[in-house]
């Protein structure tokens, strides 16, 4: 069956350090991936994805790689914010027949200090 | 577009007691799911519907049924409630690609 795992938080970091949030995957066929981020009171948002190997996707600075040879997409941010604060899911979506549920990882949390 | 909205944000129940939470979507789409959200646990699937009036059990289905009767709306039932379905309940709708959007949360707690 399909399996994500991600490091286990809280990830602390100070104003501008550089992040890396690991997350592996398990799964049948060719996945996309993807990275959400809960803030605090909030529903899920899609923050990037990848569809295919050697994919990067990115937004608002975060970046991650689909990279089949290591079943991986960790999370990597040059500079982080104090508004960066959040939860962070990795989570991996197949096309299972008749269904396009997403499997997601236990989250991490990330705390950036001033 | 108000995207995917949730009915209640909070609700606290008793041990049997009934409930139903309602999802909404305003984008058209086929797919709509059911998760739950625990701590140290990610999110889990609860049900899920590929279209209007149709249903699926998902990863953690016992204790609970939805109902599909318009495409726009996904309902989620405790017929009786249980303090182990004490969490955050999601709901997420998508079109055709695996991009999923999230309402914002119903918190439930049964006493």
């Known amino acids: 069956g399909n399996s994500v795992t991600q490091m286990e938080g809280p990830v602390t970091l100070s104003e501008e350090a550089f992040l890396t949030i690991n997350c592996t995957y398990t799964?049948?066929?060719?996945?996309?991936l993807f990275w959400y981020v809960q803030y605090p009171g909030e529903g899920l948002q899609l923050l990037l994805k990848?569809?295919?190997?050697?994919d990067k996707g990115s937004n608002k600075g975060f970046e991650a790689t689909y990279r089949k040879e290591t079943t991986s997409f960790h999370l990597e941010k040059g500079s982080v914010q104090v508004s960066d604060s959040a939860v962070y899911f990795c989570?991996?979506?197949?096309?299972?027949?008749?269904?396009?549920?997403?499997?997601f990882g236990s989250g991490t949390r990330l705390q950036v200090q001033p | 577009n108000a995207g995917v909205t949730q009915t209640p944000k909070f609700r606290v129940l008793k041990t049997g007691q009934s409930m139903t939470l309602l999802c909404a979507q305003d984008m058209n789409h086929e797919y709509m799911y059911w998760y739950r959200q625990d701590p140290g646990m990610g999110l889990r699937l609860i049900h899920y519907s590929v279209g209007e009036g149709t249903t699926a059990k998902g990863e953690v289905p016992d204790g609970y049924n939805v109902s599909r009767l318009k495409k726009q709306n996904f309902l989620l039932g405790l017929e009786s409630a249980a303090p182990s379905q004490t969490s955050v309940y999601f709901c997420a709708s998508s079109y055709l690609s695996d991009e999923q959007f999230f309402g914002p949360g119903t918190r439930l707690t049964v006493l």
């Open positions: 799964a049948t066929g060719y996945p996309s």
């Open positions: 989570a991996l979506g197949t096309l299972d027949t008749g269904r396009r549920a997403l499997t």
């Open positions: 990848a569809t295919k190997a050697d």
